[in-house]
């Protein structure tokens, strides 16, 4: 047990853009004595916010041991330590392991969460991921490579629910991706957008359907760091003329409001 003030935070850098920091992971960054950040998935700008004096370390080339051991000597010193996490630290952030190693040395910790890149690629392609009589439910989910997938969680196990799907770490089995959402429930015209360093500079939308995007992909050469959403939702030339919310309807009666009747009365 290590007996000491220091505190690590780990920090949602979110997607790219520094502005779409929260205003407390700023905080956090500008005044924790050590930030580590995942340098190959975050910008560096998103760390220019960390004060004079302190140290800042990139992680790509780090293990996990190496990364805990500069934050518990840092702890041990009594110092915060910013550990800086693309996007929202709760999806594929590989938290859990760091935590239960902070919790067996009885380091306090705190969790920011971020602004997912799901979110700020539903922004940039103006979408809404739960369209009604389209998709009421998102899956967030990853194709099966190195990282073995849990009975029932294959994409075409997936797929069968035709709902909206984010994609994360597969754009590089593409074309496996489209074979295993077309073999069960998706047809070859289902609209696909692919979102390639959301939040970033360089960022491009690429978008087709299940039949054409693949090949979009290849041509575009993206390899890391894109987004695969399958689904009406992102569909550019969706039904104007479609279901819409009740959330706001006028002849919706909810808790707060009574719906308008015909002559404008209620």
Not at 239 to 258: F, Q
Request: charged share 25%.
């Amino acid at each position: 047990m290590i007996d000491t003030q220091g505190k690590v935070y780990i920090v949602g850098g979110g997607p790219g853009d520094p502005e779409l920091l929260t205003l407390k992971a700023k905080r956090i960054i500008e005044s924790a004595d050590v930030v580590i950040f995942a340098d190959s998935l975050v910008p560096p700008q998103i760390v220019e916010f960390a004060k004079d004096g302190a140290q800042v370390i990139g992680s790509s080339e780090l293990n996990l041991d190496q990364i805990m051991e500069l934050e518990l000597n840092a702890v041990k010193e009594g110092k915060v330590v910013a550990r800086i996490q693309s996007g929202d630290p709760s999806i594929y952030g590989a938290i859990l392991e760091q935590m239960r190693i902070l919790d067996d040395a009885g380091v306090e910790f705190e969790i920011i969460p971020g602004v997912s890149a799901a979110f700020a690629a539903a922004a940039v392609l103006k979408s809404e991921f739960t369209v009604p009589e389209k998709s009421q439910t998102v899956i967030m989910t990853r194709m099966e490579g190195r990282v073995a997938m849990p009975e029932g969680e294959q994409l075409k196990d997936l797929a069968a629910h035709g709902c909206t799907m984010v994609i994360f770490l597969s754009i590089t089995r593409m074309t496996k991706v489209v074979r295993e959402l077309t073999s069960s429930g998706y047809t070859e015209d289902t609209p696909v957008a692919v979102v390639y360093r959301v939040g970033w500079s360089d960022e491009l939308i690429i978008r087709g359907t299940l039949k054409d995007i693949a090949a979009k992909v290849r041509a575009a050469k993206i390899t890391l760091q894109a987004l695969i959403i399958v689904g009406d939702a992102v569909d550019p030339g969706l039904d104007r003329g479609g279901a819409v919310s009740h959330l706001y309807s006028a002849d919706y009666t909810h808790r707060y409001r009574k719906a308008v009747s015909g002559n404008g009365k209620s």
